[in-house]
Each structure stands twice: as C-alpha cells, then as structure tokens.
C-alpha cells in the first residue's frame, strides 16, 4: 500500500513558476514509476509526465520544455517544477504511483493550480 500527498499548488501568473511535491509512505518507493496528471474542469485526466524506477522521463508535448520530473527516492518524494506557465495549465494536479509487476497503481487527493493575471 502506498499513500500519496501532494503539496505545491497554488496561484501564479502567466510566465510564472511552481514546485510540485509528491511525498509517498509505504515501501518500495523505489519500484514505482511515478507520474503527475492533470485534469481541467469538463476535461478528463491527462498525463503530463512519468518518471520511470530508473530515471527515464516522459512528458506531453503541451509541457515539454517547461516542466521537469524528478524523483529522490530517500525522500520517497516526486517533483514536478513548472516554469513559464501559461494560463491553459490551469487545473488540478494528481500524482500517481504505478508498479508494473504488481499492477498495483495509487493516487493522491489532488493540488489545485490555477495560472492567472
């Protein structure tokens, strides 16, 4: 069992940045692949990027180049640092822990981010 809270949110303007953080509980942090997604109101839930056990980063092309995934896995903490935000990344930011072996796949509650003059 993994327990996922995530913290960072907030409001910002156009052109600004914010720090996502994702702390996990439980064990074998090191094993999951970890993901943020983001969904807008009236839209579903969309990746925005995953960082794999070992390091590998995907992103969506709406973010790549502004956004960056990292993980310490002695924090058992995931970061997502957003810069130049645009007023479209406006939405509630989900982290997701995935093990593939398992199946096994966990979310947080959710960390508003609202980009706006």
């Known amino acids: 069992q993994v327990q996922l809270v995530e913290s960072g949110g907030g409001l910002v303007q156009p052109g600004g940045s914010l720090r996502l953080s994702c702390a996990a509980s439980?064990?074998?942090?090191?094993?999951?692949?970890m993901g943020w997604y983001r969904q807008a109101p009236g839209n579903q839930r969309e990746l925005v990027a995953t960082?794999?056990?070992?390091?590998?980063?995907n992103y969506a092309d709406s973010v790549k180049g502004r956004f960056t995934i990292s993980r310490d896995n002695a924090k058992k903490t995931v970061y997502l640092q957003m810069n130049s935000l645009k007023p479209e990344d406006t939405a509630v930011y989900f982290c997701?822990?995935?093990?593939?072996?398992?199946?096994?796949?966990?979310w947080g509650q959710g960390t508003q981010v609202t980009v706006s003059s």
């Open positions: 439980g064990a074998l942090f090191n094993v999951y692949a």
């Open positions: 960082i794999s056990s070992r390091g590998s980063t």
């Open positions: 997701n822990a995935f093990w593939e072996a398992s199946g096994s796949s966990y």
